[in-house]
DNA sequence: CTCCTTGTACTCAACTTGAGCATATAGGGA
DNA sequence: TCCCTATATGCTCAAGTTGAGTACAAGGAG
């Protein structure tokens, strides 16, 4: 029995934003997220998966961050049948893409693995089928209910957009989302290998968290662009609509973005001035409590 | 060469308060945080590390949240001398030891290990020497010193007490902490075995953040307490002084408390009624952007 | 009884946020 | 040409939140 040894597996929840659509990288066809082993040739866990990142996609990867460390029982039978797996995802972030599946990276939109999670047009109808069967499996068990109705915003509670993983997970136990048992089997979006669907889901909440408090989405922005394709980015990534004239205010308020001086004549009305980002302060103004300016309509 | 295959250990930062002090479990007389080995009896991470805390704390653990995977190259003479050494690292809240320091565990106050996190008497004298040690180091360099101002709160920029790791990390960068070279020698704090410190300043920094908008403190209270008693503790941790009105209000605002009815009259001067945690709404309330009431004075 | 200490309830101005309206500047078609 | 539509951008205003302080209550010690 090797106490204490384990396969250690790094695996990436790669994101980028084309078209207005959010789109994560895998590999196999969709069904999986790129990952490969642990090397002890890497300097750090960082280092590796950056240098693996980039010699995939040929695009630098601006910002990288830890997700969550995975452990599941194994099975390796150059070691033994019982060695632990070990799992430790990431979340990238890499600039827009220019052809979005283009070349052997396959750009998948998240939102086809969560159609439920993007309320940028309506709240998806989805979701009463989800919310009740939900309530069957709940049985009037006034903890599952109340579970239910803080998860997916029933019952007089606000949609809250971080909680994408407590959603799955929550669907997970309802036995409404893949298995063991029928892996490919999931009554609502598609599924991933594994657990892959439920790192994807880890990776969408941090970075849906994130967005509020750290300017993370000039990281999937172009070098210059329109507030307008900043606020569309960040409503892909939240799935949310917001306000336009409070989103703009919040902008600028954090003095993030300077003008180009150019302008972008590409979006039919007025044009419409040219921004880049500012990270000369970098995160001095940006950690003051920034909330979404959710538009209710 | 074993491709992938690394040594897993399991290390917790578990944290009490008692007595107005935020208190660490440490093991080796205060010099290193309790660690085990990842067996793979474990059914999962979380569970084999809350089996194993209860066994040596024998208190049960309120709240177990994974906090980052450290990676090095460890030495391991039984498998060869270049495997990775992965720790997965814990942070983990206790209610209130009864007896504390007493048995086998030893707790030790976390200002111990970092004296200029606690400002809740005073701005500690040390962080001009620190400063003005960082400024040397830094050289004129702009970027390093933009830097320092934001993590140390210089130059107009206000103390911000979630940076507590990005400060251990910029003063390790100096040399102001303790190094491989010289892993015992800090010139500030106490020091731990390997990178313990800077796992406990991880626990610190996210406990800090936590605070503010999760009801995690509840999980280091006894039963019931009084209003002082709370805010007391959030101060402890977050090593502020908080403005006591402002305080309240902000706790009955979010409904997380109720009357238990009886009151207390060990505090001096007019008995407090004493108050227990509500947590039937749970995270409902919770989530609301919940700033620190910081007294200025 | 008086002072001292802690607890609890209000008040109020400054600031932030949610929501909507008004105006500016382009292209396209009658 | 001139209006219409579409987007961009600026401005206002009420409602809510926060920072700071004051007033009053209720115990114990001397």
New interface residues.
């Given amino acids: 029995?090797?106490?204490?040894?384990?396969?250690?597996?790094l695996i990436a929840v790669l994101v980028a934003v084309t078209d207005d659509e959010p789109r994560v990288m895998t590999v196999r066809a969709g069904n999986a997220l790129p990952s490969g082993?642990?090397?002890?040739r890497h300097r750090?866990?960082q280092s590796g998966l950056r240098a693996w990142i980039e010699s995939q996609t040929g695009h630098p990867v601006g910002y990288l961050e830890?997700l969550?460390?995975f452990?599941d029982?194994g099975r390796d039978p150059k070691?033994g049948d019982?060695?632990?797996h070990?799992s430790?995802g990431y979340l990238g972030l890499v600039h827009e893409q220019p052809a979005p599946g283009a070349g052997r990276p396959e750009w998948h939109g998240w939102y086809e693995y969560f159609p439920w999670e993007d309320h940028r047009e309506r709240r998806p109808d989805m979701l009463d089928e989800i919310v009740a069967r939900l309530t069957a499996w709940a049985k009037g068990d006034p903890l599952r209910r109340?579970r239910i109705d803080?998860v997916f915003g029933c019952n007089g509670?606000a949609w809250?957009e971080?909680l994408t993983l407590q959603r799955h997970e929550l669907m997970y136990e309802a036995g409404l989302a893949e298995s063991a048992a029928r892996p490919a089997k999931a009554l609502f979006g598609r599924t991933m290998a594994g657990d892959h669907r439920r790192i994807l889901a880890t990776g969408i909440a941090r970075l849906r968290a994130k967005i509020k408090y750290h300017p993370v989405v000039f990281e999937v922005m172009p070098e210059s662009f329109t507030l307008l394709q900043l606020q569309r980015t960040v409503e892909a990534l939240s799935g949310l609509r917001l306000h336009k004239s409070n989103f703009r205010r919040q902008i600028d308020q954090q003095e993030l973005v300077e003008e180009t001086g150019a302008v972008s004549a590409a979006t039919g009305g007025r044009p419409a001035k040219l921004f880049r980002y500012r990270p000369a302060i970098?995160?001095?103004q940006a950690?003051s409590?920034t909330?979404l300016p959710v538009s209710r309509h």
């Fill in positions: 029995m090797l106490s204490g040894l384990a396969h250690a597996e082993p642990f090397e002890s750090s866990l830890q969550y460390t452990a029982r070691v019982d060695i632990r070990i430790i109340q803080y509670m809250n971080d970098l995160e001095a950690l409590g909330r």
